[in-house]
């Protein structure tokens, strides 16, 4: 069984694997030594963990995991991963994109893909049917574009996503709400719409902390699967285990 670790911007998410299969996920704000423990505890069967963090790591959880389990990996740009990455700056690719690229290969192995991480930034990513990464966009996020009115400007409010809004604002909150809710849904469906005229099979995964915010709004056909991350980093476990 294998133990699987997120460290992201402001969540950890942590899944247990079984066989290829997801058998529990959770996240929590900071992961403490115990509930390792606990885990290994729950599933004597853990014995390969990968870790991915874009902060600091702290250096007890790292030791945990070097002494406790049988394999372990902390995921970097140096790891061996199973698909090609044609990325020019490989150093500065975010783990968490190529992660979920390579979750989304071992979903739809031979597929042309792009997959869209809806969080603190939006992504855009493409891989084409012979599984090679060939990057992608970085816009602001959802929340990221709302603070960032607020705080380059003297007097527009700093607001909050909604389920309801107008087309068109009449006060200055809806004003803003709807420019940034409709702009993201515009520029979703219009990178989707454009990848499509030239790859009209592509497969599109939505993932991300939004991701459930825009499922539903998009006019585009698009599978969405929260865990694509965990998924990706599972296989890159795998893979390197396969390879020592």
């Known amino acids: ?21 997801i058998v529990q996920t959770f996240c929590v704000e900071e992961l403490i030594i115990k509930r390792l423990s606990d885990l290994k505890r729950i599933y004597p069967g853990l014995n ?26 902390q995921f ?47 992504t855009f990513d493409l891989i084409d049917k012979n599984n090679r990464f060939l990057g992608g ?13 607020h705080k380059f400007t003297r007097k527009l409010p ?8 107008p087309d068109i604002g009449k006060t200055t909150e809806e004003a803003i709400r709807a420019g940034v809710q409709n702009g ?11 990848v499509r005229k030239n790859w009209p099979e592509c497969q599109v995964i939505l993932t991300g902390g939004d991701l459930f915010f825009f499922d539903k709004k998009l006019k585009n056909t698009i599978f969405v699967k929260f865990e694509i991350t965990l998924i990706g980093l599972n296989r890159i476990l795998e893979y390197n285990a396969e390879k020592n």
């Not at 966009?137 to 009115?149: D, H, V, W, Y």
Request: proline letters at 2%; charged letters at 25%.
């Open 1 to 21: 069984m294998n133990l699987v670790i997120d460290i992201g911007n402001s969540l950890t998410k942590v899944a247990i694997f079984d066989a290829g299969e």
């Open 48 to 73: 390969k963990a990968i870790l991915s963090s874009v902060a600091n790591i702290n250096t007890e959880l790292l030791k945990e995991l070097k002494e406790k389990y049988d394999f372990f990996i």
């Open 76 to 122: 970097n740009h140096q790891t061996a991963v199973p698909i090609e990455n044609l990325y020019e700056s490989k150093e500065t690719l975010g783990l968490d994109r190529l992660a979920a690229a390579i979750g989304g290969v071992s979903l739809f192995p031979g597929k042309e893909l792009l997959v869209i991480d809806a969080g603190t930034a939006i």
């Open 137 to 149: 966009n970085i816009s602001p996020g959802l929340k990221t574009r709302f603070r960032a009115l």
């Open 158 to 165: 700093e607001i909050e996503c909604a389920d309801q809004w």
């Open 184 to 194: 993201m849904i515009f520029e979703i469906d219009g990178m989707i719409d454009h």
